[in-house]
């Protein structure tokens, strides 16, 4: 090679091979030998395919070169490993290089220029790699975007993504079938034109609170459908915060609750009915009892008859105890807030369960304090109904020693529960109900205040039970703004406490009790009885004449003795058509109407009557019912009803809602 062409190719970082038709190396660069696995391998003479095996097989396409067939051959990315770790790359070119001597003789020989291609090659590996990574993580990209649209797509519930000015971004299809709007209809509308507010619940509720992870509690709302529906929806709300302002906004999940509305009306209506027809049976066994026990018995018979009378007792209060569990998880549990005498509802809970602890001889006491307060605002049927659950409880589970209520009470600087703010005489009562029984397990401690929950199988066995009294309490005692928990050790006893809120009325009233030890300051109940005597000469003290509308001949016969033993003599009605045709022969003043009755019931009885009478000549109107559901005694009460008893009827109740009856002032000629 003349010398200018070699100080170009050298210049240029190639090297160079220079050999005959005869593969004979003739000319080389000094460098070239960097490039074969032998550097002692390149020797003038030898034949080029020994350090370079690639040229093997090529010896057609070089007599191609030669022949101007083709003008060059190429080899790009030869691999020499002379070092595993860095291994070297090189392309070869070989092209024809005409000679010509003095004597104007040409030969032609070959140029094969070696170049350094390692940096192109790891270069362009690299490049491989990333493109292949890049292509792998494009097809799981892919792959996991068509996973999570199969989920959102097979989702129950509705799925709807807005920015976070509430445009709508994307929906599935739970969604489109909730609102009753195709895609194209939601896409790029804003979530307040669909569901009116709810934009701004959410910016009140999560944003607000600066907490961009924070998800809002399920609400529920109504909403509008397309075709002008309005439907309950339960609406739970979450924040997308990304660095990229594109991918943030709000995360809705619509839950369609009409079904479950109805499921929770047909349960409701389930309860009432079964209700009505268990309380029906019930109010016969104990009324009947009850009028047994207000006659003359021998011992034995008495005894027989209280069995019974405690029996249909105990199935009243399994009843009580269900559809207090339903109200309860149904959100429907509601208290009253009136001023009662806070003693009284102690006495009358130990009164309740007296009989049962005279029965197994235990000690029943109450430790007063005379320092709490004695008139309070609050619930006294449902603290009496928390009272009797722990009380009963301690006296089933004890056989011998006695069971004590007592109670503490402390004023409280800082309560916040009332919307105004603190009030002067807010206090917090601390009840205890404490037995000498069986006592429990501490392990078994998590069971108790769980529903259709006791300690082991074999409480319920031997003691029975439907395992929602404690569960009833707890929900009763958090209602009220307190807690509940126990203390026990077995075969020690057992020690329930609860806390409950409430205002004070007075805080200096006396009350008198009476005392067995003036020291000791225990009250020992005496001997109750299980039945109330009933006052014969109720009837002469406040005469009446009154209706007996009731359709269950049992029932018609047991009021009407029960009326019967207070000087009353009820006429009867079957059904509300007859209950009618009597009003119009004559006026009564006082009407028990039963609810549920065939031909026309009671409601439908009821509107009737105020329709066709005026107040002053309407009778006094008493509902009976075995439905104990509140909704039931309001829609009663606002269709003109005067009172409300639910059945089983008892004698004192009954005789209570007689003295609050007025009797028509006209002339009944």
């Known amino acids: 090679m003349n010398p200018l062409l070699a100080n170009l190719v050298s210049a240029n970082c190639f090297e160079y091979l220079i050999f005959n038709q005869d593969y004979q190396i003739l000319e080389a660069s000094s460098g070239v030998h960097e490039f074969v696995d032998n550097s002692e391998s390149i020797n003038l003479g030898d034949d080029i395919r020994l350090p370079f095996p690639e040229l093997v097989g090529i010896e057609e396409i070089l007599v191609e ?86 989920i959102v797509t097979s989702m129950a519930d509705g799925l709807l993504v807005t920015t976070l000015s509430g445009k709508i971004k994307k929906i599935n299809l739970t969604t489109t079938k909730i609102l009753e709007y195709s895609e194209e209809e939601l896409l790029g509308q804003n979530i307040e034109e669909i569901i009116r507010d709810i934009h701004q619940l959410t910016l009140d509720n999560v944003a607000g609170e600066g907490n961009f992870s924070q998800t809002i509690k399920e609400i529920e709302i109504s909403c509008t459908t397309k075709s002008g529906k309005n439907i309950p929806l339960a609406i739970s709300c979450s924040v997308v915060q990304t660095e990229i302002e ?44 009850s009028l047994l026990l207000n006659t003359k018995l021998t011992a034995e018979q008495r005894n027989f008859t209280n069995t019974i009378y405690l029996s249909g007792e ?133 069971r108790l205040f769980k529903v259709f929950s006791q300690v082991n199988s074999s409480i319920t066995r031997q003691y029975g039970g439907t395992g929602l009294g404690l569960a009833i309490c707890k929900q009763l005692c958090e209602l009220m703004g307190g807690r509940i928990w126990a203390e026990s050790e077995p075969g020690l006893g057992s020690t329930f406490h609860f806390t409950i809120v409430v205002d004070v009325v007075s805080e200096t009233r006396e009350h008198t009790i009476h005392k067995t030890s003036e020291s000791s300051g225990e009250i ?48 009867i009605a079957n059904n509300g058509l007859e209950a009618l045709a009597a ?32 107040p002053d000549k309407r009778p006094w109107i008493i509902a009976l019912t075995a439905n104990a559901l509140p909704e039931e005694r309001d829609r009663c009460l606002q269709l003109g009803m005067n009172d409300y008893l639910v059945k089983p009827i008892r004698i004192a109740e009954l005789m209570e809602t007689i003295k609050r009856c007025h009797p028509i002032v006209c002339d009944r000629s």
């Open 524 to 571: 020992a109940v005496s001997h109750i009885s299980h039945h109330v005597q009933i006052d014969t000469t109720l009837a002469q003290k406040h005469p009446l004449k009154i209706l007996l509308v009731e359709d269950n001949l049992i029932n018609q016969k047991m009021i009407q003795i029960m009326l019967q033993r207070m000087g009353y003599n009820a006429e």
């Open 246 to 289: 594109h991918f943030q906004g709000y995360v809705y999940i619509l839950r369609d609750m009409t079904e479950r509305k109805q499921a929770e009306l047909a349960k409701q209506e389930f309860l009432a009915m079964i209700s009505h027809e268990i309380r029906t049976p019930i109010a016969s066994v104990t009324g009947m009892a």
């Open 65 to 150: 070169i030669l022949q101007g067939e083709q003008k060059n051959f190429n080899l790009k990315g030869v691999k020499r490993c002379l070092d595993e770790d860095s291994p070297l790359y090189m392309d070869l070119y070989i092209i024809k290089n005409v000679q010509v001597d003095s004597s104007h003789h040409t030969t032609s020989e070959f140029i094969m220029i070696v170049v350094n291609s390692t940096e192109r090659m790891v270069m362009e590996q690299s490049m491989m790699q990333s493109i292949n990574n890049a292509n792998f993580l494009l097809r799981n990209l892919t792959a996991s975007k068509q996973y999570i649209d199969q």
């Open 314 to 446: 105990a199935l009243h209060k399994i009843i009580n105890d269900i559809l207090d569990f339903s109200k309860s998880e149904a959100g429907k549990l509601e208290l009253e807030a009136e001023p009662f005498e806070l003693r009284r509802c102690i006495n009358e809970a130990i009164m309740l369960v007296a009989p049962k602890a005279q029965e197994k001889g235990l000690s029943l006491n109450f430790l007063d304090n005379s320092a709490i307060p004695t008139i309070i605002i609050g619930d006294i049927v449902r603290l009496r109904q928390i009272l009797v659950n722990l009380l009963a409880n301690a006296i089933k589970f004890t056989d011998h020693g006695s069971v004590e209520v007592s109670f503490t009470g402390s004023k409280i600087a800082n309560y916040n529960h009332h919307p105004e703010g603190i009030k002067p005489h807010t206090y917090e009562l601390q009840f205890a109900v404490k037995d000498t029984g069986i006592g429990i397990d501490k392990n078994h401690f998590d």
């Open 583 to 614: 009003l119009r022969r004559q006026l009564y003043d006082v009407v028990f109407m039963d609810l549920q009755m065939p031909k026309m019931d009671g409601l439908t009885a009821v509107k009737q009557i105020c329709e066709e009478w005026t």
